[in-house]
């Protein structure tokens, strides 16, 4: 397998993110770009799938929290401070030609994440995402284009979960949310987890290297 390219935005808008996840799409399209993962953090934001049901929002649109609807899959979430976003823009007719194979597999590195944390996580039958018993830890929506993928996941690290009490998030009702610091007790330098979250792509996906 080629070498991904690796995009660090650092602490940008969700707006400009947004953007230019949309920009190099174009760019791995046409062949003008290699596959690459995008991390992000993001200021505190709601988002919406294509389909979401909108009263899974439980606050006024007059919320001082930007609200985006989106072409990606998935219900309302949350992204805010303290949460790593990656945005894996990939070909994948260089991996699978399958959308099921390839959320199994986002899944899967955040569950070989946590591990080198020693965090058991799971799925849940039914669910997208990742579980810690029956808090949510990770929680992922996507959108793709003639098989190149955008979008991706999101995973609590440090992130104020204070945030999802005013939605439904995924609109799953009977669960609740969590983070690695609140599981471990101790606030997570954000680098480290990016360089875990890099080792279990590398393995998931069997990537050979990155540049």
Known sequence: MNRIKIIDLGFLDYKNSWNYQKELQKKVLIGDCSDSIIFVEHDSVYTFGKNSDKSNLLVSKDSKIKIYETERGGEITYHGPGQIVCYPILNLKNFKQSVTWYMR?????????????????????????????DEKIGAQGV???KWVTMHGFALNVNTDLRFFNDIIPCGIKDFGVTSIEKIIGKEQDLSLVKEHILISFAKVFNIKGYI
């Open 105 to 133: 597999a986002l899944e899967e590195v955040i569950i070989e994440t946590l591990k080198l944390f020693k965090i058991k996580a799971t799925r849940k039958d039914g669910l997208t995402g990742v579980w810690v018993e």
């Open 143 to 145: 959108r793709m284009t």
